[in-house]
């Protein structure tokens, strides 16, 4: 029996070492989690080095066995514990994976809240930015797989990034200082 770490070990164990903190593993027992790898599971990080007040959900083996180049995995943001994020991100995946692929900067429809009674019911796939490419380049048997941040934005910002681009979208982000972590916050074209 060999001694390397599979895909989702090695995964997990990338995403522990960069935020310093052990995770929990969570699993969506519904819906399209049949249709999804049998190692699939969502990374609960709570608070830690990196970010003290908020907690971190993480795809690992949203793109296992994938044949193609189309290899991503997926990360959101709470200011708060949430099993409604392992439900999003199971979606998501199941979606990647049976759907169409999902990439940078496309933008998805989350169907409800990203949390309660938030406008945020949309996601941006974006660069993880405010991490950096050590957290976003995850290598495995000579494949990259890139782990992007899902962002949390009202149906006018998808709008809004339909008609004018994902660079303007983001450049919105900068000039209106996107409160990622606030999900009362007002959609940024109101402000």
Known sequence: MGTEKTYTESLKNHYETYYGVEGNKKNWTIGPAEKLHPDFYVLEIGPNPVHKHMWTYLTVGMSLDRQDDKLIELFIYSPRQS????????FHASFHRHSEFLGLHHTVNIGQPWLKDSRC?????????????????FEYEGKITHCYWLIPITKEERAYKSQHGCEALEQLFEDQNLDYLNPDRACLLDM
Do not use: M
């Open 83 to 90: 099993e409604s994020l392992v439900e999003l991100l199971t």
């Open 121 to 137: 019911d949309h996601g941006f796939i974006s660069l993880p930015f405010i991490e950096g490419e050590t957290l976003e380049l």
